[in-house]
């Protein structure tokens, strides 16, 4: 067991002594944000997964980046895995002491769309790879990468290239806790990183070696070098894309492009109506439909009237439905690609409502197939 791993959680209940004081802090949250602890770990919360994936992790990476430059006292790390109790000792516990230590807590779906090209997906090794040598010291900046279950096993290859950048990817413990933090009566706090080992990297490709080249050519202003090694990872990324397994689309938890298009056409915009009309015919992410019944295995939709006009109601993600249709349940909502959507109110002479939590009540934007096949014609593509 190395020094990263997580104490055991053995005890059902421990008594933390006078003069100890024992912190938790949870790795998910409902928006991205990064802190420095009080120990020194620097947490970095991704939020939960959306439709701009690629610009909250951008802009999350470029935080954690500055945030690393700024001074900070070195992490005292627990060095031995072993139970809480173990920590709360008169004796203080065998440490190790580094430099940086950034954990980041990963949520389900925040990783999709980084992989739709090779591009993307080589910049987002790049980005974990930078944040990895951004250092005050000779030493290296030591990452810890927590996830839940349910995404571990949905995002394992590409979670299996970070971890050939010599990341720790874990398993988040049940309880959601990332870092835990105690305060010894001297005052100096130990901090211990949660979850235990779950992925080894890749086998054949090695991220960590190959950003290393890049690094040494283009610490010498080989640009040469640079092309051929950016070239021959592009290669080897496409052939690790191809072979990945496909899945099917999942609805987002919180669609913050979506639902911000929709209340800006709701409210007039005309430039937001076109990409509003753009995401609809590009996207794939299911929309939310409320249901009926279901007959023969298939959901019959549940139509409103909309100014005398018969509409198909959807909503944009999870925490929509769950707001404004609590009583259908999840069970309760179809799951269907926007363009299906479409397809479908157009055969039946419908409309599309989008519909999202407003500040004074729901917010709706009206969505017509004439429109969406106007939009469509002028972009060349078919409807």
């Known amino acids: 067991m190395g020094f990263l791993d997580w104490f055991r959680r053995d005890d059902a209940f421990v008594r933390v002594p006078d003069g100890f004081l024992v912190k938790t802090w949870p790795g998910e949250l409902d928006a991205p944000s990064f802190t420095y602890l009080d120990g020194g770990v620097l947490l970095a919360s991704t939020g939960p997964g959306g439709d701009m994936n690629v610009e909250v992790l951008r802009a999350l990476f470029d ?30 516990p065998e440490l190790a002491l580094i430099d940086s230590v950034v954990a980041w807590t990963l949520q389900d779906g925040i990783l999709d769309g980084w992989s739709e090209t090779t591009l993307l997906l080589q910049e987002l090794l790049r980005r974990f790879h930078r944040v990895g040598s951004e250092r005050r010291s000779v030493e290296r900046t030591v990452q810890v990468i927590l996830v839940r279950k349910s995404f571990l096993d949905d995002a394992s290859w590409m979670l299996r290239l970070i971890r050939g950048l010599r990341i720790d990817v874990r398993e988040l413990v049940p309880d959601g806790t ?26 054949g490709f090695e991220p960590s070696l190959r950003n290393a080249k890049r690094d040494l050519a283009e610490a010498r202003g080989d640009r040469a070098a640079l092309e051929r090694l950016d070239e021959e990872e592009r290669r080897e ?16 938890v919180h669609a913050l492009l979506l639902r911000s298009l929709i209340v800006q056409s709701a409210g007039g915009d005309v430039g937001s109506r076109e ?18 019944r279901m007959s023969g295995g298939l959901a019959q ?13 959807a ?10 249709a609590p009583s259908e349940g999840e069970g309760q909502l179809a799951m269907m690609p926007p363009i299906e959507v479409l397809d479908i109110a157009r055969g039946a002479n419908l409309v599309l409502v989008l519909k999202v939590p407003g500040k004074d009540g729901p917010v709706s934007a009206i969505v017509r197939t004439a429109e969406i096949d106007a939009h469509a014609s002028g972009q060349g593509r078919p409807n």
């Open 63 to 92: 935080a954690v980046e500055k945030a690393l430059l700024r001074p900070h006292a070195p992490v005292r790390l627990a060095a031995k895995r072993g139970p809480l109790s173990s920590m709360l000792r008169t004796e203080e």
């Open 178 to 203: 990332a870092v835990v933090e105690v305060q010894r009566p001297d005052g100096a706090i130990v901090s211990a990183l949660a979850g235990a080992p779950a992925l080894e990297e890749v086998v």
């Open 237 to 252: 990324l496409e052939r690790i894309i191809r072979s990945r397994p496909l899945k099917r689309p999942r609805p987002l």
């Open 275 to 292: 990409k509003l009309h753009r995401y609809l015919l590009e996207r794939t992410t299911p929309l939310l439909i409320p249901t009926l």
């Open 301 to 313: 939709s549940a139509l409103e009237a909309v100014g005398g006009e018969r509409a198909i109601a």
């Open 315 to 324: 909503f944009p993600d999870v925490l929509s439905a769950r707001q404004l």
